[in-house]
C-alpha cells in the first residue's frame, strides 16, 4: 500500500527532526542527508512498508546508515 503523499511529507519532517535532535547537525544538513538516503528512498517507494514504522526507528535507522553500519 502506499502512503497518502500528504502524510508522508509530514512524516517526513517528523523524522527529519529527531535526526537533527539525535546528531546535532543543522536542519538543512539534516534534510540534505536524508533526501540523499537509501532510508528515504525506500520510504517514497513504499518499500517494506518503511513509512509504518516509527519516526524514531526511522532516524535510528538514517543515523546507523550515516556511520556506515
Known amino acids: 500500500m502506499i ?4 502524510l508522508l511529507q509530514h512524516k517526513y519532517i517528523r ?9 546535532g547537525l543543522s536542519l538543512r544538513e539534516s534534510m540534505d542527508l536524508f533526501y540523499k538516503s537509501f532510508t528515504y528512498t525506500e ?6 512498508d518503511m513509512h509504518c514504522r516509527s519516526d524514531e526507528y526511522l532516524a535510528e535507522e538514517l ?7
Open 3 to 6: 502512503a497518502n503523499k500528504y
Open 15 to 23: 523524522v527529519i527532526e529527531n535526526f537533527t535532535g539525535r546528531t
Open 43 to 48: 520510504m517514497s517507494k513504499g518499500i517494506s
Open 63 to 69: 543515523c546507523h546508515e550515516m556511520n556506515g553500519e
